[in-house]
């Protein structure tokens, strides 16, 4: 079993950065990827970025709308995954939230475990 906390989101104006962390704790030796989803009020749950954890170590995914200006990151001695977000813009907004897959080498699909969500607000 594998939870997951989200930090770092927060409100900021449109151009800023923001860094999201999760960190893993629990049985994370059975975690293949983790990623980021992101959910805008009105809107469906969409997929951020991911990277790969085991097999697929250091592989990532991006969403083609943060192509560019976000970067995904691990700190494997910390069993922390960062998101750096740049150039932010309105449409970002939302609550992000940080997922594992323990079950399959899948980016951008197939997550099981989830984090409680962390909330983004890009102004203007």
């Known amino acids: 079993q594998v939870q997951l906390v989200e930090s770092g989101g927060g409100l900021v104006q449109a151009g800023g950065s923001l860094r999201l962390s999760c960190t893993a704790s629990?049985?994370?030796?059975?975690?293949?990827?983790m990623g980021w989803f992101r959910q805008a009020l009105g809107k469906e749950r969409e997929f951020v970025a991911a990277?790969?954890?085991?097999?697929?170590?250091?592989?990532?995914s991006y969403a083609d709308s943060v192509k560019g200006r976000f970067t995904i990151s691990r700190d494997v001695a910390r069993n922390t995954v960062h998101l750096q977000m740049n150039s932010l813009k309105s449409e970002d907004s939302g609550v992000y939230y940080c997922?594992?897959?323990?079950?399959?080498?899948?980016?951008?699909?197939?997550?099981?475990?989830w984090g409680q969500g962390t909330q983004v607000t890009v102004s203007s």
């Open positions: 997922a594992a897959n323990t079950r399959t080498l899948a980016l951008t699909r197939e997550y099981d475990t």
């Open positions: 629990g049985r994370t030796f059975n975690t293949y990827a």
């Open positions: 990277i790969g954890i085991r097999w697929n170590t250091g592989s990532t």
